[in-house]
């Protein structure tokens, strides 16, 4: 069974960095797309980045604007988001999710993913 350990979220001040990390234990991600979402007080959980399993295709939520980017090492079984230009609409809890495919017309929407990490809070504030 796979199981999903967010880790590296915290507390920034607006226009920091953060890295997420997404450390994948039971189970190889090679076969694995896998995505990061966020959920934040009162709001949907949404889509903000999504990682092929075997190629390395990418897709970012519009918002992201080039300030995040998502990557994998299978050698680690890890997936990291790095962070960056971080605004206070950020804050949210983020979490990673893992869908079994290996093809690369994967989407990045919640409900398609089987399994899913506890979270890590990440808090944009001055």
């Known amino acids: 069974q796979l199981q999903l350990v967010e880790s590296g979220g915290g507390l920034v001040q607006p226009g920091g960095s953060l890295r997420l990390s997404c450390a994948a234990s039971?189970?190889?991600?090679?076969?694995?797309?896998i995505g990061w979402f966020r959920q934040a007080p009162g709001k949907e959980r949404e889509g903000v980045s999504c990682i092929s399993s075997t190629i390395g295709s990418t897709m970012y939520a519009p918002f992201v604007n080039e300030r995040f980017v998502i990557s994998r090492d299978n050698a680690k079984n890890t997936v990291y988001l790095q962070m960056n230009s971080l605004h206070s609409e950020d804050t949210a809890v983020y979490y990673c999710a893992a869908l079994y495919y290996t093809g690369s017309d994967f989407l990045c929407l919640a409900y398609e993913y089987n399994y899913w990490g506890q979270g890590t809070q990440v808090t944009v504030s001055s």
């Open positions: 039971g189970s190889s991600l090679d076969s694995y797309v």
